[in-house]
RNA sequence: GCCGGGGUGGGGUAGUUGGUCAUCCUAGAGGAUUGUGGAUCCUCCGACCCGGGUUCGAAUCUCGGCCCCGGCCCCA
């Protein structure tokens, strides 16, 4: 039997509809701050990605050549082509720009779990505005769809330059590898490379900085940040709002792109894989040819929060069974289209089945069965039997709409 | 790419010193029951992940691959 690809998954209506149900909840959020959905392509010009990440991303990518010997690649994230899309499209549009997406992405990675190659992401990009009110504004958001969602979470704010600042003297490739060694909590390893650059006495301060969850303790660490001011008002605004988060000045993020503030978000609950969120300040659009402007922006791992919040019961909605005779079929018919005209999911038999059969479906499939036999066809009235409670009335049309309006948790 | 554990009808399962027609539950279709469901009974449908090897004979042993689950690496 022919397979699914490796790391892709099938939805089943159950499960759909529950994702269906978290991303409205996402976009309610997004919509109510005055994002507005984009959509950029499902693959882009390999380049776009190269540019943004290096060569190196190649290998994990799914890379391919058109019949136009174009090289391409299926998204691996969203930023690079939304910016690329504010390039071409947007350039001159009113600041700020605040958009949205929800997107399929694309990775060749080991499958675990929380980890797919095709995953989808719900993305924020906040362009053009260079203040702390919007790091405040796009740390908010994140928050407040993170508690949309009911996952259970962990916040952490940091920025990048309090790191960057104690390790300036250093050569790049080597505040790289520090910070990567910060990242990973390897202290072990980040000994041994100061101790090679003979330069221990940065050990206290950086392991002392990542440990710290105090403002005013990782200015002193730091020493003098440029952006002290800004991320202060942006801090401040925060506890103003009544966001929880922690600080951690740990978070090294793994591009280089990003330029100041930078946030991350962490599920319970979750096994190897539980980062749900990652964002942060960046300037990516000088790359791509356009002005140097400077953007916010995060995206949620739409799998991992599925994934953290577990088996969600699917909303109530009432079904209706329209059950019928040979006789009653035609008014059956005219039935069906005045629930369906109100907005009521109603199913008719398709199997030729006889009335017990067709009830039979119904108790399994539908809330209420409504039955329409010859009796029910020739004084226009409907016989409706509520299936958990094996209530059965018969009553004019609109009172039975009414009664399959009205049902619902209570 | 690396390590560990797995793969039997749609779902869940039994089945190794290799040996009749591969077990059971559930779901699905039909019937007993052509104006009233969930019970019961009967019938039908439907599987050993793929390929090579050992063997008279492989779901079972062996090798390779694919896929799944966890972890490592990576994580834009």
Redesign the pocket.
């Known amino acids: 039997?022919l397979?699914?690809?490796?790391?892709?998954r099938d939805f089943l209506p159950d499960e759909m509809e529950a994702r269906r149900h978290v991303e409205g909840k996402l976009r309610d959020v997004a919509r109510c701050y005055g994002y507005r959905e984009v959509c950029t392509p499902e693959f882009e010009d390999l380049e776009l990605?190269t540019m943004?990440?290096g060569e190196g991303?190649i290998e994990?990518?799914y890379v391919f050549e058109d019949k136009g010997g174009r090289k391409l690649a299926l998204r691996?994230?969203i930023?690079a082509a939304v910016i690329r899309m504010y390039i071409n499209e947007a350039k001159v549009a009113p600041k700020p720009l605040r958009w949205c997406y929800f997107a399929d992405c694309f990775?060749?990675?080991?499958?675990?779990?929380?980890?797919y190659r095709q995953f989808w992401q719900f993305g924020v990009e906040l362009i053009g505005a260079d203040t702390a009110a919007a790091d405040a504004e796009t740390i908010m958001l994140a928050s407040d769809m993170l508690n949309a969602t009911g996952v259970t979470y962990e916040l952490k704010v940091g920025h990048l330059s309090f790191m960057k600042n104690l390790v300036k003297d250093l050569e790049p490739a080597m505040q790289r590898r520090v910070r990567?060694h910060l990242d990973?909590k390897d202290y072990e390893g980040l000994n041994a490379t100061l101790e090679s650059l003979n330069r221990m006495d940065l050990a206290d301060s950086l392991t002392a900085l990542v440990n710290t969850r105090d403002l005013v303790e990782a200015f002193e660490i730091a020493g003098a940040i440029p952006e002290k001011e800004r991320f202060e008002q942006t801090i401040g605004s925060l506890d103003a709002a009544g966001v929880k988060y922690s600080l951690n000045f740990g978070i090294a993020?793994?591009?280089d792109y990003y330029t100041g503030m930078v946030f991350e978000g962490f599920a319970e609950n979750l096994?190897?894989?539980n980062?749900i969120l990652?964002g942060g300040t960046y300037r990516l659009a000088h790359l791509f040819g356009g002005d140097d402007v400077a953007s916010c922006g995060f995206a949620i791992g739409f799998d991992r929060v599925m994934v953290a919040l577990g088996d969600i019961l699917p909303a109530v909605v009432p079904v209706v069974g329209l059950v019928c005779?040979s006789?009653?079929r035609t008014r059956a018919l005219v039935v069906a289209k005045a629930l369906r005209d109100a907005g009521i999911r109603t199913e008719m038999d398709l199997?030729?089945?006889?009335?017990?059969?067709q009830?039979?479906?119904?108790?399994?499939t539908a809330n209420f069965?409504i039955?329409i036999?010859?009796?029910?066809?020739e004084s226009g009235q409907v016989?409706i039997?509520?299936?958990?409670?094996?209530e059965?009335k018969t009553v004019d049309l609109a009172a039975a709409i009414a009664e399959v309006r009205a049902f619902g948790p209570r």
Not at 3 to 8: A, E, I, S
Request: net charge positive; charged share 30%; proline share 5%.
């Open positions: 039997m397979q699914k690809p490796r790391g892709t990605f943004r990440s991303i994990e990518m691996p994230e930023t990775r060749y990675e080991r499958p675990q779990k929380g980890r990567a990973k993020r793994g591009l096994g190897a894989e980062q990652g005779t006789e009653g199997m030729g089945r006889g009335l017990g059969a009830l039979a479906h119904a108790s399994k069965a039955v036999g010859q009796r029910e066809a016989t039997k509520n299936l958990s409670t094996a059965q």
